[in-house]
């Protein structure tokens, strides 16, 4: 699970660079040469030169603002050995309970901590984070002691369609009335915001999770039919 992360490009002729000193060295001596041959050669050349600058410095453009991100990721998953599903959240709020639904998603929980996972991505300590904390932590815990979650997953139900509202699968996510009563308003405003993350994070888990299972029942019937043929 990477969260966080940067690309760093390194050389193995680091520190010197001697290789990138003599291509960027025939560089200036090709822009050189084409300053001084092209005002000697014919118009129809000229034109052409132009025309390949052109096209050349285009793709390049393209490239650098279409293809990066793609190119980048596809490096990685090479270089780890593993395909990457890529997932963007409006906040670091939702990232972080995503992640704890992702990481509890095992059979083995005895030695995962959730709240320790919040605190690493978000080490906010005042009252609202720490009561927003434990609330989360405690609707994790219920699902995965109760999954009736995991059994309305497999039924096929279309979270797209449910508002927070509307929803009985987090029914003890959001906090009664009376407890946000020790907060102040803003804090209250706060706490909303928070819990609607929440929320928004936990259904898009149970999406990405059917979504999922469902390329992998696709792929084994891919196979078989492959194997049958």
Same mark, same amino acid.
């Given at each position: ?19 990138i ?6 560089? +200036? ?6 300053l ?12 052409m ?24 990721r ?21 990232m972080?309970?995503?992640?704890? +639904? ?8 005895r ?7 919040? +605190? ?20 994790l ?24 509202s ?11 009335t ?21 929320w928004s ?27 049958i043929?």
């Amino acid at each position: 699970m990477i969260t966080k992360g940067k690309f760093e490009l390194e050389y193995s002729s680091d520190p010197k660079h001697e290789f990138i000193a003599l291509c960027s060295l025939l560089l +200036m001596v090709q822009f050189l040469a084409q300053l001084l041959l092209i005002p000697l050669s014919t118009f129809f050349g000229q034109v052409m030169y132009l025309v390949s600058f052109i096209a050349s410095g285009g793709y390049h453009l393209f490239v650098v603002s279409h293809e990066r991100e793609k190119v980048q990721r596809e490096a990685l998953s090479q270089r780890l050995g593993a395909r990457l599903d890529k997932r963007e959240f409006g906040s670091r709020t939702q990232m972080s309970v995503f992640v704890c +639904m992702v990481l509890g998603d095992c059979k083995d929980r005895r030695n995962f901590d959730p709240n320790a996972i919040l +605190m690493e991505i978000i080490p906010n300590k005042t009252n609202a984070w720490v009561y927003w904390r434990k609330r989360v932590v405690e609707e994790l815990e219920r699902q995965w002691n109760f999954p009736t979650s995991h059994a309305r997953l497999d039924s096929g139900v279309s979270f797209t369609t449910l508002g927070t509202s509307e929803s009985n699968l987090f029914p003890t996510l959001h906090p009664p009335t009376t407890d946000l009563d020790q907060f102040s308003a803003e804090e209250q405003k706060l706490l909303n915001d928070l819990f609607d993350d929440a929320w928004s994070a936990m259904t898009a888990y149970y999406e990405w999770r059917l979504n999922r299972g469902r390329e992998q029942t696709m792929g084994e019937s891919s196979q078989l039919l492959g194997s049958i043929a």
